[in-house]
């Protein structure tokens, strides 16, 4: 049973745009940190950008800090990333994940180890041609 549905991937030319959008189909988000993570062809997956529920503090990989941005809507069950000044070494299939976590007085931070991540969407593609 699919749990995070990706969209939004698609092919653009350097400097352009593109918004991802992650969909949590069978529970709610509210109460998970949520993270985006891509797998470049010959790499391995790499941490992209976190937030964390409740505060909605967020993280960002250096490579992307400036140009992506993570914003949720708990009432929509979406997380999304918003990608601005496009290169080609984003390219790369992009992958959102789900970290339970239920102390709302507590401080959520994104897990060191991808394995600690409760579910995982199935990936979307994005392509940036220079």
């Known amino acids: 049973q699919v749990q995070l549905v990706e969209s939004g991937g698609g092919s653009v030319q350097a400097g352009g745009s593109l918004s991802l959008t992650c969909e949590a189909r069978?529970?709610?988000?509210?109460?998970?940190?949520m993270g985006w993570f891509r797998r470049a062809p010959g790499k391995g997956r790499e941490a992209v950008a976190s937030?964390?529920?409740?505060?909605?503090?967020?993280y960002y990989s250096n490579s992307v800090k400036g140009r992506f941005t993570i914003p949720r809507d708990d009432a929509k069950n979406r997380v999304y990333l918003q990608m601005i000044n496009l290169k080609p070494g984003d390219t790369a299939v992009y992958y959102c994940?789900?970290?339970?976590?239920?102390?709302?007085?507590?401080?959520?931070?994104?897990?060191?180890?991808?394995?600690?991540?409760?579910?995982w969407g199935q990936g979307t593609q994005v392509t940036v041609s220079s």
């Open positions: 069978t529970f709610s988000l509210d109460e998970y940190g």
């Open positions: 994940a789900a970290d339970y976590f239920h102390d709302s007085w507590g401080e959520w931070e994104p897990p060191s180890l991808e394995g600690e991540y409760d579910y």
């Open positions: 937030i964390a529920p409740y505060d909605q503090t967020t």
